[in-house]
């Protein structure tokens, strides 16, 4: 068996359309038809999206050999992941590699700073997902967690006391709960920011210094890759 058709049978097992694998490549279902009836040939980086998103054992995609699946790769927590995504219970969202980025990009931003992608219950469009760096938001939202991200076009709706990703004019990228300043002086100005993790101080950041931000929706704690 090709691996033409090792692609159209994971696809089928999954109950995938053409379109969804696509979609986890990050190219167009007509790109990816070519790929499956062999006119193509699957790329480097086509390949490790579908090993990285999917599970799929690597020496069964290359090869033919072993079960279709691993048990380690898998950005999913389960089998039960897929099912839903495939049922479209739940949606793929990009997984953005901020460390090689350095700010949050544009949803429609160029392909090379995604690392894979990631299923979501309850994801939207235009959502976006990150790798958390760092133990400031421990235990709630540890290192290593993967967290889905949702842009906040008007911040007067912000929650106080939520996890919101705060991104900065100079790129930084700070992970923290916004809460009304405790100032009244700078209640409109500035914002308090409190980490979960008690060995952080609260710190104030003037909102104007702030070109972004998302609200965590969801949060995955044991994904591997």
């Known amino acids: 068996m090709s691996i033409h058709a090792r692609l ?3 696809r089928k097992t999954l109950g995938y359309t053409q379109e969804k694998m696509g979609v986890i490549c990050g190219i167009k279902k007509s790109a990816y038809s070519m790929i499956e009836n062999g006119y193509t040939q699957l790329s480097a980086r086509n390949r490790q999206f579908l090993i990285d998103t999917l599970g799929i054992n690597m020496l069964w995609l290359d090869e033919g050999e072993g079960e279709m699946f691993g048990s380690e790769s898998s950005v999913y927590e389960n089998i039960d992941e897929r099912a839903k995504y495939a049922r479209g219970e739940a949606k793929i969202v990009p997984l953005y590699n901020f460390d090689t980025v350095g700010r949050l990009p544009d949803p429609d931003g160029k392909s090379e700073y995604i690392r894979g992608y990631v ?8 959502d976006v997902a990150a790798t958390v760096v760092g133990n400031g938001m421990s235990p709630s939202i540890p290192a290593g967690a993967v967290v889905l991200l949702r842009r906040v076009q008007d911040w007067n709706a912000i929650i106080y006391g939520k996890a919101y990703l705060i991104i900065l004019d100079d790129g930084r990228r700070l992970l923290r709960r916004i809460c009304r300043h405790t100032d009244t002086r700078k209640s409109e100005s500035h914002f308090l920011l409190r980490a979960t993790n008690r060995a952080f101080e ?3 950041l003037p909102i104007k210094m702030i070109s972004a931000i998302f609200a965590v929706k ?3 704690r044991s994904m591997t890759f």
Do not use: C, H, I, Q
Not at 119 to 126: H, P, R, V, Y
């Open 202 to 204: 609260p710190g104030t």
């Open 119 to 126: 299923s979501f219950d309850g994801a939207e469009n235009d």
């Open 8 to 10: 159209r049978l994971l």
């Open 218 to 220: 969801a949060v995955y």
